[in-house]
C-alpha cells in the first residue's frame, strides 16, 4: 500500500476521478482496501465523438470498475469549462506561434479546480486521481513530490495546482510502480487491467494533430528559410509546427546541402517565416538559458538566486541549472549545459530532489554564446 496515503477519519469521503482506465480503477481499489468511503466520477470534457475520442467506451469501462468495486459512480460533463478556460487558451497561444502544453493547464483548470469544486459538493472530503505523484507533508503544508516510478512520473503535468488544492487530494499510485498497478488490477478481476494506456492531448484523444487542428485555425502559409535567408519552401502556417521538429516539412534533398534531416529552429511571427536548419545537433537549436512568464511557486517563494534541477519538457532527465527570481514574477533560468529545443509556450518546472518547486510558462530563450557572453 501507498505509504504517502493517509488512513481515514470518521464521515471521511473520497470521490475518485474514475477515466476508464487501469490508473485510476486501482487508484479507487487501493482507498477502498485502505478503509475509505470510495465514490467514482466519470468526466466527460470534450463533446466532439468523431472517432477519435473515447468518451462512450471509457464510460463503460469505468462503470465496469465501479461495479466490479460495489462503489457508485457519477457523470458529469465539463466540456464548457474545458473550452473556455484550456482549449481557448491552447489555441490563442498556437495563434501566437508558441506551442503550449495543455495537460498542464487541465490539471490546474480542470481535475483539480472544477472537479475538485464538484467533488465537495458531493459530499467528499478528499478528491483522488490516478495520477503518478506523491503528495507529502512538508514544513509550510503538503508538498508536491516526484513518483516512485520514474519512468510514469507525472509531476510536470501537476505544477501549475494550486497548492492548498493538493491538501484534500490524494494520489494513491505515488509509491507504485505501473506494473505493479497492472498487476494489482489484474488479481482484483478488475477488467481494464490490459487496456493500453493513453497518450493523446488531455480530452480530446489521440488524433492527426495537424488536421486536428486545422478545425480552429485558418492555415496561413509562408515561406521556409535556411538561417540565411535562402527561400527553401512553404509552411502551412506556424502554428503547426514545433521547434526541434523534424518530420512534415515537405523539405527533402535539396541542391547543394547536405544530405542531412531538416529540423524547425525558429518561428519568425512577424514575417510569418519557418526557419528550418540541417542536423540533429545544429547550434541554433540549442539554448544556454531561459525567461519565464510569472513563476508559480509550490514551495516558499525565493528571491535570491538558487541552483536546482530544470525540466522543460515531459519525460525529460533533470537539468543542473541556476534560477534567478525577476522583480516582474518571472524566472531567469541559466543552464549547466546548452538545452536542445526549448520551445516558447512550454513549461520550466523546478526540482530539488524529489520534491517539485513549481514552474512557469517558457517565454524567451538565449543561444549559448549570447549567454555566455551576458556572463
Known sequence: MSTCLPPPAAGDRVIVGLSGGVDSAVAAL????????????????????????????????????????????????????????????????QRAGRTPNPDVLCNREIKF?????????????????????RLLPGPAGVELHKARDAAKDQSYFLHAVLPE??????????????SEVRAQARRAGL???????????????????REFLARFLARTPGPIESPEGEHLGTHEGLAFYTLGQRGGLGIGGRSGHAEEAWYVAAKNAVRNTLVIVQGHDHPLLSSGALRTERWHWL?????????????VRYRQADQLALLEPRADGGMHIRFAHPQRAVTPGQYAVAYEGERCLGGGVIATTAPPAVEAAAA
Open 30 to 93: 487501493v482507498l477502498k482496501q485502505a478503509g475509505w468511503a470510495v465514490q467514482g466520477l466519470f468526466m466527460s470534457n470534450w463533446d466532439d465523438e468523431d472517432g477519435y475520442c473515447t468518451t462512450a467506451q471509457d464510460y463503460q469501462d469505468a462503470r465496469a470498475v465501479a461495479a466490479e468495486l460495489c462503489i457508485p459512480l457519477h457523470r458529469v460533463s465539463f466540456a464548457a469549462q474545458y473550452r473556455e478556460r484550456v482549449f481557448e487558451h491552447f489555441l490563442s497561444e
Open 113 to 133: 479546480g472544477t472537479a475538485l469544486r464538484y467533488a465537495r459538493r458531493l459530499g467528499a472530503t478528499h478528491f483522488a486521481t490516478g495520477h503518478y505523484a
Open 165 to 178: 488544492e493538493f491538501a484534500q487530494v490524494l494520489m494513491p499510485l505515488g509509491e507504485l510502480p505501473k
Open 191 to 209: 477488467p481494464v487491467f490490459d487496456k493500453p494506456d493513453s497518450t493523446g492531448i488531455c480530452f480530446i484523444g489521440e488524433r492527426p494533430f
Open 299 to 311: 514551495t516558499p517563494a525565493r528571491r535570491a538566486a538558487f541552483p536546482c534541477a530544470v525540466k
